[in-house]
């Protein structure tokens, strides 16, 4: 029924035990795990994937989300009922709200048309197959993003609350940044005890 995607690419696999070492840490009982590696067009890669599992609804995050703090699993599971209640709902976006938006419930709020980043790569529960509808242009992951949408889905997003803490700032000083490890990243990865030797070839890192 709920599996996590993580959305990665050859060159980046190195990133795979670290993501997986922090879900296993801070996301007890999680569901199981399916990855998209490769090297061609992002949305394709992420579209095919999804094509070939059976699961409702999937938990997609990109591979340098790693978590930092236990999950809300509370909310996890309110997003869930929320999917299983609503057929027009596509996704419930856990990056706290900052766009244009409407009530929705005590917890989620919709999030207006013809607005940027209804497509977002921040932690999200999709429906399967809304997010199949929502990549059928073959484009980049930042152009997805951009895409100004209007159409029958309802894609909601967290009006205020923590759910899964993946580091991010304002700026683009956490994670991965334009192929490099930033401080932020490498000393998370230094705390938990998981920045290996392969993170440190791959990113051409001391």
Request: glycine content about 2%; proline content about 3%; hydrophobic content about 35%.
């Amino acid at each position: 029924m709920f599996s996590i995607i993580m959305m990665s690419c050859d060159k980046y696999k190195c990133l795979t035990p670290a993501f997986n070492h922090c879900v296993d840490e801070y996301y007890p009982n999680h569901p199981r795990i399916e990855y998209v590696y490769g090297d061609g067009c992002w949305t394709q890669r992420l579209r095919e994937k999804l094509q070939y599992m059976i699961d409702d609804y999937v938990l997609f995050m990109l591979d340098d989300m790693l978590i930092r703090e236990p999950v809300n699993i509370d909310l996890i599971e309110d997003a869930l009922k929320v999917l299983e209640n609503d057929e027009k709902v596509a996704v419930v976006n856990f990056e706290k709200n900052y766009r244009e938006a409407n009530p929705y419930s005590k917890n989620w709020d919709e999030q207006k048309h013809n607005q940027m980043y209804l497509h977002s790569c921040q932690p999200s529960i999709w429906r399967r197959t809304a997010l199949i509808d929502n990549l059928s242009k073959n484009e980049d992951a930042w152009s997805w993003e951009m895409t100004w949408i209007n159409n029958g889905w309802k894609y909601l997003i967290n009006k205020d609350a923590d759910i899964i803490n993946v580091g991010r700032t304002n700026d683009l000083n956490w994670g991965v940044a334009r192929g490099k490890v930033t401080d932020e990243f490498k000393n998370f990865l230094i705390y938990e005890n998981i920045y290996s030797n392969e993170i440190k070839e791959c990113f051409k890192c001391d």
